[in-house]
Protein backbone atom coordinates (compact mmCIF):
# COMPACT_ATOMS: atom_id res chain seq x y z
CA UNK A 1 0.00 0.00 0.00
CA UNK A 2 1.18 3.44 -0.76
CA UNK A 3 2.53 5.29 2.05
CA UNK A 4 0.24 8.31 1.37
CA UNK A 5 -2.69 6.04 1.68
CA UNK A 6 -2.07 4.26 4.32
CA UNK A 7 -0.74 8.39 6.24
CA UNK A 8 -4.25 9.00 4.95
CA UNK A 9 -6.30 6.10 6.59
CA UNK A 10 -4.59 6.89 10.35
CA UNK A 11 -5.07 10.57 9.30
CA UNK A 12 -8.59 9.91 9.09
CA UNK A 13 -8.34 7.50 12.34
CA UNK A 14 -6.76 10.18 14.52
CA UNK A 15 -8.79 13.12 13.45
CA UNK A 16 -11.82 11.08 14.06
CA UNK A 17 -11.19 10.36 17.83
CA UNK A 18 -9.55 13.71 18.51
CA UNK A 19 -12.24 15.70 17.49
CA UNK A 20 -14.81 13.13 18.84
CA UNK A 21 -13.60 13.60 22.03
CA UNK A 22 -13.51 17.62 22.12
CA UNK A 23 -17.11 17.28 20.56
CA UNK A 24 -17.69 14.85 23.57
CA UNK A 25 -16.17 17.26 26.25
CA UNK A 26 -18.43 20.36 24.48
CA UNK A 27 -21.54 18.53 24.82
CA UNK A 28 -21.18 17.87 28.08
CA UNK A 29 -20.02 20.90 29.25
CA UNK A 30 -23.52 22.62 28.11
CA UNK A 31 -24.22 21.68 31.97
CA UNK A 32 -22.57 24.83 32.76
CA UNK A 33 -24.76 27.07 30.51
CA UNK A 34 -27.38 27.70 33.27
CA UNK A 35 -24.66 29.07 35.45
CA UNK A 36 -23.07 31.44 32.75
CA UNK A 37 -26.10 33.08 32.20
CA UNK A 38 -28.20 30.97 29.59
CA UNK A 39 -27.74 30.13 25.67
CA UNK A 40 -26.02 32.71 23.71
CA UNK A 41 -27.96 35.16 21.32
CA UNK A 42 -30.29 33.99 18.19
CA UNK A 43 -27.63 35.22 16.02
CA UNK A 44 -25.03 32.08 17.61
CA UNK A 45 -25.71 29.65 15.78
CA UNK A 46 -25.95 30.87 11.73
CA UNK A 47 -22.93 32.10 13.14
CA UNK A 48 -21.68 29.19 13.97
CA UNK A 49 -22.74 26.94 10.42
CA UNK A 50 -20.10 29.74 8.76
CA UNK A 51 -17.50 29.18 11.82
CA UNK A 52 -17.55 25.51 11.62
CA UNK A 53 -17.10 25.71 7.61
CA UNK A 54 -14.08 27.61 8.14
CA UNK A 55 -12.17 25.88 10.70
CA UNK A 56 -13.69 22.26 8.75
CA UNK A 57 -11.65 23.36 5.84
CA UNK A 58 -8.76 24.36 7.61
CA UNK A 59 -8.35 21.68 9.58
CA UNK A 60 -9.04 19.34 5.83
CA UNK A 61 -6.57 21.36 3.92
CA UNK A 62 -3.65 21.22 6.57
CA UNK A 63 -4.29 17.42 7.42
CA UNK A 64 -3.98 17.17 3.37
CA UNK A 65 -1.06 18.94 3.20
CA UNK A 66 0.34 16.44 5.78
CA UNK A 67 -0.53 13.33 4.22
CA UNK A 68 0.47 14.65 0.65
CA UNK A 69 3.88 15.95 1.63
CA UNK A 70 4.76 14.67 5.11
CA UNK A 71 6.77 11.40 3.49
CA UNK A 72 4.45 9.18 5.31
CA UNK A 73 3.55 10.63 8.55
CA UNK A 74 0.23 12.12 9.82
CA UNK A 75 -0.76 15.08 11.94
CA UNK A 76 -0.45 13.82 15.26
CA UNK A 77 2.23 14.10 17.23
CA UNK A 78 2.94 10.46 18.15
CA UNK A 79 2.98 9.77 14.42
CA UNK A 80 4.53 12.41 12.82
CA UNK A 81 5.00 13.59 9.46
CA UNK A 82 9.12 12.78 8.23
CA UNK A 83 9.85 15.29 6.20
CA UNK A 84 9.29 19.36 7.23
CA UNK A 85 5.87 20.76 5.73
CA UNK A 86 5.81 24.38 5.08
CA UNK A 87 3.17 24.36 2.24
CA UNK A 88 -0.47 24.79 1.83
CA UNK A 89 -2.07 26.36 5.04
CA UNK A 90 1.71 26.38 6.84
CA UNK A 91 2.69 28.70 4.65
CA UNK A 92 0.45 31.31 5.92
CA UNK A 93 0.70 30.09 10.27
CA UNK A 94 2.43 27.81 11.84
CA UNK A 95 -0.44 25.53 13.60
CA UNK A 96 -3.26 25.67 10.51
CA UNK A 97 -4.54 22.21 12.01
CA UNK A 98 -5.08 23.68 15.90
CA UNK A 99 -6.73 27.01 14.56
CA UNK A 100 -8.81 24.75 12.33
CA UNK A 101 -9.82 22.62 15.45
CA UNK A 102 -10.38 25.21 17.43
CA UNK A 103 -13.03 27.31 14.79
CA UNK A 104 -14.76 23.99 14.93
CA UNK A 105 -15.41 23.77 18.67
CA UNK A 106 -16.05 27.63 18.49
CA UNK A 107 -18.22 27.08 15.57
CA UNK A 108 -20.06 24.05 17.25
CA UNK A 109 -20.62 26.07 20.17
CA UNK A 110 -22.14 28.52 18.22
CA UNK A 111 -24.29 26.53 16.27
CA UNK A 112 -25.69 24.98 20.06
CA UNK A 113 -25.84 28.17 21.67
CA UNK A 114 -23.78 27.81 24.69
CA UNK A 115 -21.45 29.12 26.67
CA UNK A 116 -20.30 26.42 28.18
CA UNK A 117 -19.35 24.97 25.05
CA UNK A 118 -17.41 28.18 23.87
CA UNK A 119 -15.32 27.74 27.37
CA UNK A 120 -14.24 24.43 26.36
CA UNK A 121 -13.62 25.84 22.52
CA UNK A 122 -11.07 28.14 24.66
CA UNK A 123 -9.35 25.66 27.01
CA UNK A 124 -8.85 23.41 23.61
CA UNK A 125 -7.05 26.95 22.18
CA UNK A 126 -5.26 27.55 25.61
CA UNK A 127 -4.18 23.85 26.26
CA UNK A 128 -2.60 23.54 22.82
CA UNK A 129 -0.71 26.72 23.03
CA UNK A 130 0.98 25.35 25.97
CA UNK A 131 1.90 22.08 23.96
CA UNK A 132 3.24 23.87 21.14
CA UNK A 133 5.06 26.35 23.01
CA UNK A 134 6.60 23.89 25.72
CA UNK A 135 7.07 20.31 23.48
CA UNK A 136 5.92 20.70 19.68
CA UNK A 137 8.18 23.78 18.96
CA UNK A 138 11.58 22.49 20.55
CA UNK A 139 10.89 19.16 19.57
CA UNK A 140 11.03 20.28 15.62
CA UNK A 141 13.57 22.57 16.23
CA UNK A 142 15.76 19.74 17.27
CA UNK A 143 14.29 17.40 14.44
CA UNK A 144 14.54 20.18 11.39
CA UNK A 145 17.00 22.34 12.62
CA UNK A 146 17.66 25.66 10.81
CA UNK A 147 14.62 25.17 8.28
CA UNK A 148 12.40 25.32 11.21
CA UNK A 149 14.20 28.07 13.10
CA UNK A 150 14.21 29.87 9.73
CA UNK A 151 10.34 28.82 9.76
CA UNK A 152 9.50 30.12 13.43
CA UNK A 153 10.85 33.64 12.20
CA UNK A 154 8.85 33.88 8.68
CA UNK A 155 5.67 31.78 9.94
CA UNK A 156 3.32 33.56 13.06
CA UNK A 157 2.31 30.74 15.71
CA UNK A 158 -1.43 31.48 15.63
CA UNK A 159 -2.66 34.45 13.62
CA UNK A 160 -2.24 34.05 9.80
CA UNK A 161 0.03 36.48 7.67
CA UNK A 162 0.51 36.71 4.02
CA UNK A 163 3.59 34.69 2.93
CA UNK A 164 6.51 36.73 2.36
CA UNK A 165 4.92 39.42 4.90
CA UNK A 166 7.15 41.17 7.48
CA UNK A 167 9.15 38.68 9.99
CA UNK A 168 7.19 38.60 13.74
Same mark, same amino acid.
Given at each position: ?? #???? &??????? @???????????? #????? /???? /??? =???? &??? +?????? $???? =??????? /????????? %? %??????????????? &????????????? =? %???????????? %? #? +????? $??????????????????????????? #? @???????????? +????? =?? +??
Amino acid at each position: MD #SRVF &AALRTIV @YATVFLGLWAWI #SLLAR /SLDP /SLG =GALP &AWA +PPAGVL $VMTL =GGALALA /SAGTFVLGG %G %GGTPAPFDPPRRFVR &AGPYRWVRNPMYV =G %GFLLLAGFALLH %G #S +PGMLL $VAAAFLGFFHVFVVRYEEPRLERVFGE #S @YRRYLRDVRRWI +PRRPG =GE +PR
